[in-house]
């Protein structure tokens, strides 16, 4: 390689030699070739990141294993939901609404308890509940007084059902109107109620329901 002054300096060593010469003078190495490039050394990868990479995909992995098929299911068995338009009295629009309302119900429930939204078994359950809640509507208390002092030796099924405290405080005051053939009783979350089997099998739907489950099939009436 040639300076500006004339000298050829060497690429190798930097020594400065003659314009027309073609070897250096001190490392002999040629003037006119370009020395070969000095590898650069591979940097090995960190055994601690690869061990890493590997922990982290297979805590992936188990995790998809473990909860995807979980968020998988419940995503499919809410898949199909049907709506039913309800016509409650005002009170007992309140109570539904009351009792269906809290963020951890499934069901999905109008302002003013006009439809509810939920999967078959769901929608169902409820609509034998409004069935029970509204059987005897219209009649006089009169009536109502003789009825149920007649009906009371067909309850013979007695259940206590656990719950939050605020649903059983809410499922207890829209069953213990006059007009509904049944007895309530309550202690804090706990709720015993004396009915037909038939009606308690869909007090248990209702139950269901509010612990976030789907409800069991319950024995139709003839």
């Given at each position: 390689?040639?300076?500006?002054?004339?000298s050829?300096?060497?690429?190798?060593c930097?020594?400065?030699n003659?314009?027309?010469?073609?070897?250096?003078?001190?490392c002999?190495?040629?003037?006119?070739?370009?020395p070969?490039?000095?590898p650069?050394?591979?940097k090995k990868?960190?055994?601690?990141?690869c061990?890493n990479?590997i922990?982290?995909s297979?805590a992936g992995?188990?995790?998809?294993m473990w909860?995807?098929?979980?968020c998988?299911s419940n995503?499919t068995a809410?898949?199909?939901?049907?709506s039913?338009?309800l016509?409650?009295?005002?009170?007992k629009a309140?109570?539904?609404?009351?009792?269906?309302?809290?963020?951890?119900?499934?069901?999905?429930?109008g302002?003013?308890a006009d439809f509810?939204?939920?999967?078959?078994?769901?929608v169902?359950a409820l609509?034998q509940?409004?069935e029970?809640?509204?059987?005897?509507?219209g009649l006089?208390?009169?009536?109502l007084?003789?009825?149920?002092?007649r009906?009371?030796h067909?309850?013979?099924s007695?259940?206590?059902?656990?719950?939050?405290?605020s649903k059983a405080?809410?499922?207890?005051?829209?069953?213990?109107?006059?007009?509904v053939p049944?007895?309530v009783?309550r202690h804090?979350?706990?709720?015993?109620?004396?009915?037909t089997?038939?009606d308690?099998?869909?007090?248990?739907g209702v139950a269901?329901?509010?612990?976030?489950?789907?409800?069991?099939?319950?024995v139709?009436?003839w």
């Open positions: 390689m040639s300076d500006k002054g004339g050829c300096t060497c690429l190798t930097g020594c400065r003659r314009p027309e010469a073609r070897f250096c003078a001190e002999g190495q040629s003037l006119t070739s370009i070969p490039a000095v650069v050394p591979k990868p960190s055994s601690g990141g061990c990479l922990l982290l297979m992995a188990a995790a998809f909860f995807g098929p979980v998988r995503s809410r898949r199909s939901t049907i039913l338009a016509d409650l009295p005002r009170e309140e109570g539904l609404y009351d009792l269906l309302r809290p963020g951890d119900i499934l069901v999905l429930i302002k003013h509810i939204e939920g999967t078959h078994a769901e169902r609509e509940f409004v029970l809640l509204t059987r005897l509507e006089s208390p009169r009536d007084r003789g009825l149920r002092s009906l009371q067909e309850w013979t007695k259940q206590t059902y656990k719950l939050r405290r405080k809410a499922l207890q005051r829209i069953l213990r109107m006059d007009d049944l007895a009783e804090g979350s706990r709720l015993v109620v004396w009915a089997p038939e308690q099998a869909i007090i248990s269901e329901i509010l612990r976030g489950k789907q409800p069991q099939p319950s139709p009436r």
